[in-house]
């Protein structure tokens, strides 16, 4: 049993098993993720976890240190590519947002100072049904606040709401799907 929102679609399903609301602390990985979040804003995620390789290669791997130094020609060349989402304010935000990652890096530990916000440990809820599922918490609320307070663009509650559901801190599986514990 998995969660039905995964469909029928293999690479979905292969996100929702392999993925999908695992704990992650690696600082790239959820550097990535957020990046990934905010291009999905708007968007369904299906969409940008078939693009994320293209991602990938678009934005150099997600190397923040890469990423805070584009100029106005790599934003030119990242608008033209076809195999992203090109929005200029998305990119924008990207920019500023590798540069925000960088400067908390340099302050400790982000994979820390995200999981701080939710005690350090997974947040395990008992959803019935997908309909149980909030667009955002006030966890999403405190932490969007956070973000932005370091700096942060284009992250919204309901956009961190994802990323914490993608990244383990929220436990949203249905407790009816197998990947629940």
Do not use: M, P, Q
């Given at each position: 049993m998995r969660c039905p929102w995964c469909g029928e679609d293999p690479l979905?399903?292969?996100y929702h098993d392999?993925?999908?609301?695992r704990p992650l602390y690696d600082e790239d990985k959820l550097f990535e993720f957020l990046i990934l979040e905010t291009f999905q804003a708007g968007l369904?995620?299906?969409?940008?976890?078939?693009?994320?390789?293209?991602?990938r290669q678009a934005l150099d791997n997600f190397d923040a240190a890469k990423i805070a130094r584009y100029g106005?020609?790599?934003i030119q060349a990242l608008l033209t590519?076809?195999?992203i989402i090109r929005n200029r304010s998305k990119i924008l935000a990207t920019i500023n947002n590798a540069q925000a990652y960088l400067q908390l890096r340099e302050q400790g530990s982000f994979a820390e100072w995200l999981w701080q916000h939710v005690d350090g440990k997974t947040q395990h809820n008992q959803r019935q049904s997908v309909a149980d599922i909030p667009v955002y918490t006030p966890?999403?609320?405190a932490?969007?606040?956070s973000l932005k307070k370091a700096g942060f663009k284009f992250v919204g509650p309901a956009t961190v709401y994802a990323f914490m559901q993608a990244t383990g801190m929220v436990n949203d599986h249905?407790?009816?799907?197998d990947f629940y514990e």
């Open positions: 979905y399903i292969r392999e993925e999908w609301g369904s995620w299906r969409t940008i976890l078939h693009k994320r390789e293209a991602f106005e020609d790599k590519d076809t195999g966890a999403a609320e932490l969007t606040t249905l407790v009816s799907c």
